[in-house]
């Protein structure tokens, strides 16, 4: 995992900047001067740490995604067979309270990720990989130890990738069509607990006790 840097320096502020404008205006529509302006950095710094644009762009998906994938794993070395359950929603919990907490890196690298470009497709091959394997076990590991019902498992891993990124790709709609937002405290606590209904009552084995 890489280093966590100061929100202080040079690079993290150009992290932060870039996100920001690749956000707002889209990567296309995001120059290096532009970056260097909003940074308040003179745009060599750019080069020194990123080379260019795309190696920034890459950064970008490769940190967010590196810290999301240890959230699953360090949860999944804990993983007791007899409490699969717990697992996947302590792993749900901090999956959405990361995508919070990075909420530009969140929008902007999930709606990337819609398109079909040669850094998407390695990233589906890496990252996105290693994440669907670790659901698998855990969905896996929970059916063979009789908590779990028996899901079809891609089904079931695709809606649980819908109830994660929910709050990010549908953010603009829950604002303006259901007044609510998504990253307030209050409604995501909220929407939590919707989650842990909607996920148990599809995957918990009659008479199983959740335990969290």
């Not at 202080?8 to 404008?21: D, F, G, M, P």
């Not at 490769?62 to 804990?78: A, F, M, R």
């Not at 909420?103 to 091959?125: G, P, Q, V, Y």
Request: hydrophobic share 40%; charged share 20%.
């Amino acid at each position: 995992m890489k280093k966590v840097l100061s929100r202080n320096s040079t690079k993290q502020k150009i992290v932060e900047a870039a996100l920001r404008l690749f956000h707002a205006n889209g990567y296309d529509g995001t120059s290096i001067r532009d970056i260097a302006l909003q940074a308040e950095i003179n745009p060599a710094n750019i080069s020194y740490y990123f080379r260019n644009k795309n190696g920034l762009l890459e950064y970008c998906f490769t940190s967010y995604l590196e810290q999301y994938i240890d959230i699953i794993e360090k949860e999944v070395g804990k993983l007791d067979p007899l409490h699969a359950d717990s697992c996947l929603l302590s792993i749900v919990t901090k999956l959405l309270d990361f995508q919070n907490e990075q909420f530009l890196a969140a929008r902007f690298i999930n709606r990337e990720l819609s398109l079909d470009t040669r850094l998407n497709r390695e990233i589906l091959s890496t990252y996105l990989a290693k994440e669907k394997n670790y659901f698998q076990f855990v969905l896996e590991t929970g059916i063979k130890s009789n908590v779990f019902l028996r899901v079809n498992i891609p089904t079931f891993i695709l809606q649980l990738k819908g109830l994660l990124t929910a709050p990010i790709t549908h953010g603009h709609y829950a604002a303006e069509l259901l007044n609510i937002h998504p990253f307030d405290q209050y409604y995501m606590e909220h929407y939590k607990q919707q989650c842990f209904l909607l996920l148990m009552q599809t995957l918990l084995v009659p008479h199983t006790v959740v335990s969290r």
